[in-house]
């Protein structure tokens, strides 16, 4: 009966009645007085989101371009594997944009007590394959550590589980309500460090696509043309919506770029 932490059923009604709390929570982490008591509820180390842009088609040399692969490298670090068959939070919304079928997947020794009506225990072929169809999906992948997970699958520690989830715009817990964020939700969601966007002006045709949006309002228009602010997270879904393909992805190399996330993960779990 202790084998397993709840199942699908208790924790999607528990995600759909807490929903109008954490949304409401977001909203008002940035009001006077009341930031003080919500802030604590998004400190580092038990909030920390940081985003792959493995939603972009990035012109590189490479057959699978470099984000995709940081994603199978953060992957290929774990001890075992967990894949849920439903998006939580596209299933507690019904999305209809995206696939509610492509879920997120949990990583490190404590996912072998989730119950199995969440989905299953996969190899890491078949993570990769998974992986693979999110981006296909034009999903943005999200390497992260928070506490709400662990508490509504009730897996104990904490310090050794990790989510990769995959992220739309409209429906997902994490990137919506964050552009009047307070401060401790705005150190919560991360840039990773080499990777960032451009704006190329002599293709850009100035029609605020790109700052309407950016989840973080990272994108100020000013005389008409879109700047890029300190706030970009680096998800790169500002270049894949451009209409004009004016928006570009910078990275730096392989290497570099996976050992400041390897360097991120293991500061705060033990996945392996």
Partial sequence: MFKYG????FVRAAVRLSWPIIKAGKKWSNKPILKWIINPFFAYPYNEVTA?????KVEM??????PQRLVERVISMASDIFILDECICRGVTNCSSYSKKIGCMALGRPVKRMHPSHGRLVSREEALAHAKKAADAGLIANIAHVWIDPLAFALPNFNRLMFICFCDDCCCLYRT???????NLDKAYK???GISVRVERELCEKCGKCAELCFVGAIRMEAGRPVITEDCRGCGRCVEMCPHQAMKLELEDEETLFARLKERIEAVADIS
Wanted: net charge positive; no cysteine; charged share 25%.
């Fill in 6 to 9: 709840p199942g699908k059923t």
């Fill in 52 to 56: 792959i842009p493995i939603n972009v």
């Fill in 61 to 66: 040399p490479d057959s699978v371009p470099i």
């Fill in 177 to 183: 309500y964050l552009k009047d964020r307070g401060p």
């Fill in 191 to 193: 840039r990773l460090p």
